[in-house]
């Protein structure tokens, strides 16, 4: 049950019942239990006892009503029996009668509750109502109790008192709080400062006239106080004063003519003998000298502040001036009286510096400037002092002496400047000035090829790769061996493969492809290389990069029981889907794992069936796509044809064959350079050695080139091909490059490398046909070029057009249906190298909702 469900039913009432039961009427016929009687009747004989003779006078059921309620104390209910039967004091007047406060009488004691082990509710006092300002009745007890916050019967409370009126003086007399000395009463001090409202604010309450006199007391005592204070720093202070310096001429003199022995006659610091002319008096004195001398300040002295008064602040405080002003109040009567401080600062006998009430003017104390403080900084510092003593004694310094004259630092801070400046003089690199296109047609080199294989996750695509790098003898048996060594001590022998191309710890422990592995190998007719691509769908960037450098692409399907269904729900769509968006337009399905279903004819035409029915869909032409039923595990049809007799059905070529016979995208050989930067790291030849495809131009060593977006201009150190170096490369090849003159900050995964003559531009708006995968709206999307991605959002979306003629259908829909293809407008976070025909990708949350080609 909720909490606020168990509230709600939690029954108040019954407990409310339960705890006023406590209280109720029937127990006042209570009896006493039998330890109470037993009590009572002892603390009975013990009264009568001490009565004596006077025993007889009181009844037992009056001295078990004062034990009652004296809680069986006997000394007490004697004094009580006493006073009220055996020795009453005589009669007061009879009070006129008239109504009772309602009141009074009604809250004599505060009561505690405390619960006896027998269950029973026993009331105690606890404060008396004088202390909580409660009236008092003195006469009388009240004729009810009541606790502050229940309500109970009056019988409860104190049985049998009604009747019995006692006096309050006699019910307290041995109470020793009540016969307090007069010498330790508490004195009632009124607040110094009346008390605000909420916060502090408001209306000053009122003040009662005790309240009022004791703060006029206060303030009395503590202006009294503040004025022999005042006085008595006066004294001190007087000794600093330029009124008795004033008269030592020769000390005047020699500091006039001399300042700079103002500093040579300062004490160091902490030094206990301090002179009589302090050197600020000495400054002070100076300035009034010269003041005396030479008029009033100078121009420029007189934009600065005179010294400011603080008592001139408050002209209505002139009544409230000291004695000790009072020379200064005769010279000038309207004049306020400066404070002690400030007597100090401009000496009691210096009435010539003050202003008319008219000149007087108040600015902050730090603009407060005078004329002498201009040279108060003139000679060294006290710190400068002793570094210079302890130069001359040959220590070591702490900290370096400042030199006299701005000239000397300048020149030393120049001349380490230019100790420090590096010029670089790394030689650009030589050029051969080739034609590159000229020795590429005369070179007639091998075809050069970039395949990315994808395909749902474990759909065997590591596997795959490792037998072929194997079968091509590009991989040894010996590699493979020690690899199925350790993953076998990783539970993973079935992964050995895998780890020709899964490098990575992570990669390797998981048993997933987490980043794509490029390798390479080469056959009569072409220079191949791999980008094998993660299938899992956390990675799709990644994937998304090896696509964007594919010529053709190898999807991977598993033929296993319900691997493939879930594969089409899963990523081989997905994966087909892009791979077509990036522009790869040829596609080998690779059919794996047919070794599971014991090479199935059945199952593979299922699967090339309904294979091929998605791809033409996504837009591949048939032509383009071909099935080879294969076993990467075991190496059927990858290299060498199966010889396995349940595979006799399969006539068609090997996976090798069909990759020689795949044409390479045509090149963009004529265009400007462009190479997207797949990886960034350092060699022995260069700090900063990038690889990549290059998409169109060509380049050469000594070439100078622009990085985008950081446009820092490097140039070409040299170059390497499949691990050769070499003078040029052109578009297609996948390409090492050593640079020079340029800073590795400047240069990351994913940036452009283009020909600075013909740089790609860095934008942050763009026009796209975009093909939408999703539901598309001004929403949210990862932008995704290759290695480089990037927030944005889709702005606007222009038109919905016709997928083949590119025809607008409907203007400023609002939102894209899957499948349709829309002119779109994206605005990316930052400014990124795109131009126009340049393939894009856009995601969201995870998913991949649109793909096309900028505008
Ligand atoms: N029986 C059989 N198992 C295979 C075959 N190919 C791969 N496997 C197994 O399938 C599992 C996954 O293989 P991987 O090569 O890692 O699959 P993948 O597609 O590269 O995985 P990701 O890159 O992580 O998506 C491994 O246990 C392989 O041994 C095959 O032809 N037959």
């Not at 404060?127 to 009388?140: H, K, L, N, T, V």
């Not at 169109?696 to 050769?724: F, H, I, R, T, W």
């Amino acid at each position: 049950m909720s909490r606020h469900r168990a509230y709600q039913n939690y029954d108040y009432q019954n407990d409310l019942d339960e705890y006023e039961g406590g209280y109720s009427d029937e127990d006042e016929g209570e009896q006493l239990s039998p330890e109470d009687q037993a009590q009572m009747n002892e603390a009975t004989t013990e009264v009568q006892r001490a009565l004596g003779n006077e025993a007889s006078k009181v009844t037992v059921k009056q001295i078990q009503e004062a034990l009652w309620h004296y809680y069986y104390d006997v000394d007490k209910s004697v004094t009580y029996l006493l006073s009220k039967y055996i020795a009453p004091p005589p009669a007061k007047p009879a009070k006129p009668k008239g109504p009772k406060p309602e009141s009074a009488g009604k809250h004599l004691f505060l009561l505690d509750r405390a619960q006896q082990p027998s269950g029973r509710l026993l009331f105690r006092r606890s404060r008396p109502a004088s202390i909580i300002g409660i009236p008092e009745d003195s006469e009388s007890l009240p004729e009810k109790v009541r606790p502050t916050s229940l309500t109970m019967s009056e019988g409860a409370c104190h049985r049998g008192l009604e009747s019995n009126r006692m006096s309050f003086a006699a019910f307290f007399s041995d109470m020793p709080w009540l016969n307090i000395p007069k010498d330790r009463e508490a004195v009632l001090t009124a607040p110094s400062r009346p008390r605000g409202g909420l916060l502090g604010g408001g209306t000053e309450p009122k003040v009662s006239k005790l309240q009022a006199l004791a703060a006029a007391r206060k303030k009395k005592a503590g202006e009294k106080k503040s004025e022999e204070k005042v006085l008595g720093t006066q004294e001190k202070m007087e000794k600093l004063s330029i009124q008795e310096i004033g008269s030592s001429s020769t000390q005047h003199q020699d500091f006039k003519h001399h300042p700079e022995k103002t500093s040579a006659s300062r004490p160091l610091r902490g030094e206990n003998t301090r002179p009589a002319f302090g050197g600020l008096a000495k400054r002070r004195k100076l300035a009034q000298d010269q003041d005396l001398e030479s008029g009033p300040p100078s121009s420029h002295v007189s934009q600065c502040t005179p010294p400011v008064d603080l008592q001139q602040m408050s002209p209505t405080m002139d009544a409230d001036v000291p004695s000790y002003a009072k020379p200064l109040e005769d010279a000038e009567p309207l004049q306020a009286a400066p404070s002690a401080f400030a007597m100090t600062l401009t000496g009691s006998a210096s009435a010539k510096q003050r202003r008319s009430p008219s000149q007087q003017f108040f600015l902050p104390p730090y603009m407060a400037y005078h004329p002498d403080l201009a040279s108060a900084f003139s000679g060294p510092s006290p710190d400068d002092v002793v570094l210079n003593a302890q130069a001359k004694a040959g220590k070591p310094k702490t900290a370096p002496v400042k030199k006299k004259g701005g000239g000397d630092d300048k020149v030393d801070s120049a001349t380490n400047g230019v100790k420090t400046l590096k010029v670089d003089d790394t030689p650009l690199p030589k050029s051969k000035n080739l034609n590159v296109l000229q020795e590429f047609e005369k070179k007639k080199s091998k075809k050069t090829a970039s395949f990315v294989v994808v395909g749902h996750v474990d759909a065997g695509k590591s596997t795959l790769m490792g037998r072929l790098l194997l079968d091509l003898k590009v991989v040894d048996q010996r590699t493979i061996d020690k690899y199925r060594k350790e993953a076998e001590s990783l539970g993973k022998s079935s992964f050995a493969l895998a780890w020709v191309l899964d490098q990575g710890t992570e990669e390797r422990s998981r048993g997933v492809t987490i980043d794509i592995a490029t390798n390479r190998f080469e056959t009569e007719t072409t220079s191949f290389t791999i980008l094998d691509a993660p299938g899992h769908r956390d990675f799709i960037p990644n994937m998304i990069a090896g696509a964007s450098q594919a010529d053709f692409a190898i999807l991977v399907i598993d033929a296993s029981t319900g691997a493939f269904e879930s594969g089409l729900k899963g990523q081989t769509r997905e994966h087909s889907l892009l791979i077509r968006s990036m522009g790869v337009s040829r596609v080998i399905v690779a059919v794996n794992k047919l070794d599971t279903v014991r090479w199935s004819q059945e199952r593979f035409d299922e699967i090339s069936h309904q294979v091929s029915g998605f791809l033409s869909a996504t837009g591949f032409q048939t032509k383009n796509i071909s099935f080879v039923p294969l076993s990467g595990l075991h190496g059927d049809n990858i290299v060498k044809r199966s010889d396995d007799p349940a595979i006799s059905w399969y006539k068609g070529p090997t996976l090798i064959e069909e990759l020689e016979n795949s044409e390479p995208m045509a090149r963009a050989l004529h265009k400007p350079l462009r190479m997207t930067v797949s990886e960034v790291y350092k060699t022995a030849l260069s700090p900063l050695t990038i690889s990549g495809r290059v998409d169109a131009g060509s380049l050469q060593n000594g070439d100078a080139l622009l990085v985008q977006p950081s446009g820092e201009k490097a140039y070409v150190k040299a170059l390497e091909l499949d691990m050769e170096p070499v003078d040029w490369a052109v578009a297609g090849q996948n390409v090492v490059i050593h640079l020079s003159n340029i800073d590795p900050i400047h240069v990351r995964v994913g940036d452009i490398i283009c020909d600075p003559n013909n740089p790609v531009s860095c934008i942050d708006t763009f026009t796209m046909k975009a093909l939408a995968f999703d539901i598309l709206m001004p929403m949210q999307v990862d932008v995704h070029r290759g290695r480089l991605h990037t927030g944005g959002q889709i702005q606007e979306i222009t038109a919905i057009l016709n997928k083949t003629t590119g025809a607008v259908i409907k203007k400023k829909p609002k939102i894209v249906k899957p499948a349709n293809v829309a002119r779109i407008v994206v605005k990316m976070a930052s400014k990124v190298p795109l131009e126009p025909g340049q393939r894009v990708v856009l995601r969201s949350s995870g998913e991949t909702v649109a793909a096309g080609l900028l505008e």
